[in-house]
């Protein structure tokens, strides 16, 4: 068992693991994403980067669950159809995608779309406005690169709220329409993963214990994200993005 593998021979290394999934829940109580990408940069400094991407999978199934639990029945069912065709293609993609992990350089993704967030998340800073149509081609797009680098690199977060954000929802309603995306994403990127071996018994361990503390963090999070305005909402949720952009970008090239 991998946790035990730590526990035993890098108690250190595995108490900054935890450490660093409590500090992604409460990011992602904020802003309602990023979970992935924390853990992902942050554990693959410390273990080979398809131990990091499994580690990831259950903290991020679980979290997004309670993110999405927020909502009743009938909103869940409505933001599907709301949302159809980027929930589609991201659901797609992300399970091909998975399917040839070691085919792809999971590098030249992340750099690529880390460039097209930088772009938009600064453009966006300097005042542009960009307008999706929720069922566009765009959309398609957009889902269908989503779809990529979630199952490559575990990381969909960003993209999808750049979208939401084109949209122009409520602080609210966007970390619930997340919510939901990314529960159904997580689902896909776990039986993804569970058919190419990459999350096994062996990883499972590490992945189950990053859990608890990324509950923590999330709680914590969402109670600093109901005392901020909107408008301080948006600025830090552009922040975040072009953190992961620049991050990306860095992991790409450098």
Known sequence: ???????????????????????????????????????????SIFIPIEQALASLILPTIITNFIQSFTISKATFFSTIVNYKTFLFFSSIFLILSSQFYSIFSAELIMGFVGIILFAYTFSQILGFEFKFKNNGLLTVITGSINGVLGGIAGIWGPLTVSYLMSLKIEKNEQIKVQGIMYSLGSIFLL????????????????????????????????????????????????????????????KAFL
């Open 1 to 43: 068992m991998m946790f035990i593998h730590l526990l035993l021979n890098e108690p250190v290394i595995l108490l900054i693991i935890i450490l660093i999934g409590f500090m992604a829940g409460v990011i992602k109580g904020i802003v309602g994403f990023a979970l992935p990408m924390i853990l992902i940069t942050g554990l």
């Open 191 to 250: 039986l993804g993963h569970l058919y190419s071996g990459i999350f096994n018994k062996y990883t499972f361990s590490l992945s189950l214990s990053l859990v608890p503390l990324c509950i923590l963090g999330l709680f914590i999070g969402s109670i600093i994200r109901n005392k901020i305005k909107q408008t301080t909402f948006k600025t830090f949720t552009l922040v975040m993005i072009l953190l992961a952009s620049i991050n990306l970008i860095r």
